[in-house]
């Protein structure tokens, strides 16, 4: 059983500045820095990381090549990352001295996915295997879709949110992960709470992920609810605490474990990372998680 992570790849902008810029306001930056980031790559570097076979699939601009370089370094399959003629990908991320951020994302190579190149990659896929992906990418809808029918779990991190995903069918998802924002954006309500009854509703058959920062998670399944105290650490960057708990998650559930102990084990890794500066840069290996 593999994990294959159709998703972004990103060159991430980093501006420390003292509060999220306002409309009309010009800020000082206090530093700058450039990483390796994209909701997709820092979920294949978690599952990785966290012991899984890991293949990712996506679309790399010319600048893009230390993205492949990175994966592969970190043990995951990069045979299905194609080189395009679109501009890199790339975040623009603010991020404040209490670890609050503000991010833009650039699509640029991540949009030039077609519908030839998601069958191409599929085509490894057995009945069984993981799909992880993000709505970063291109014919989101068509890819969960081709999942489907080849039988693969899927597991969707619903982020960002935008029009089309909140209209689109997504009862063939398995699992779907949202944090408090993307829930209410995805049903329309204002509440967390409310938002996440709503979802339950209209996805009864999908495994929900909620993830409340330091508030910890909830997680319904099979008209089961699980709740994950989040561990106390002192923030430093919140940038791939989703993405570090996704992967660390679907990683869990491949190797069999129960989902209560999935999510402690995912709860455990994002509190490393975030603990830690960049975005996949910040994400632990297994070995540290089962020692904390």
């Known amino acids: 059983m593999k994990i294959i992570n159709f998703g972004s790849l990103n060159l991430d902008e980093i501006y420390k500045v003292e509060h999220i810029c306002a409309s009309g306001e010009t800020l000082r930056v206090l530093e700058f820095q450039r990483s390796i980031g994209g909701k997709g790559l820092n979920q294949s570097i978690a599952a990785a990381r966290a012991g899984a076979s890991v293949l990712h699939a996506g679309k790399i601009g010319k600048e893009g090549v230390c993205l492949q370089s990175f994966l592969a370094e970190n043990g995951v399959d990069v045979s299905m990352i194609q080189l395009c003629d679109e501009p890199q990908g790339r975040a623009i991320i603010q991020l404040t001295p209490q670890a609050d951020n503000c991010i833009f994302v650039y699509g640029g190579s991540n949009r030039a996915v077609d519908i030839l190149f998601i069958d191409e ?15 970063e990418i291109s014919n989101l809808p068509y890819l969960l879709n081709a999942a489907a029918r080849r039988k693969m779990h899927i597991f969707l991190n619903a982020s960002p949110v935008d029009a089309e995903l909140a209209r689109m069918n997504l009862s063939c998802v398995d699992w779907i992960t949202v944090n408090e924002t993307e829930c209410c954006q995805l049903t329309g309500c204002t509440d967390t709470m409310t938002a996440y009854e709503a979802l339950r509703a209209r996805l009864p058959h999908t495994g929900i992920l909620l993830t409340l920062g330091a508030d910890g998670s909830i997680c319904w399944k099979d008209g089961h609810e699980y709740r994950q105290d989040a561990f106390p650490v002192a923030a430093v960057d919140t940038t791939a605490a989703g993405d ?43 070995n540290t998680v089962d020692l904390t």
């Open 121 to 135: 990659c599929l085509s490894h896929a057995q009945p069984g295997d993981w799909l992880m992906t993000q709505n």
């Open 244 to 286: 570090t708990f996704a992967g660390y998650f679907v990683s869990c559930l491949t190797e069999g474990s129960s989902i209560q102990d999935a999510l402690r084990t995912a709860s455990k890794a994002a509190a490393i990372a975030v603990s830690n500066p960049g975005a996949a840069p910040s994400i632990p290996w297994r």
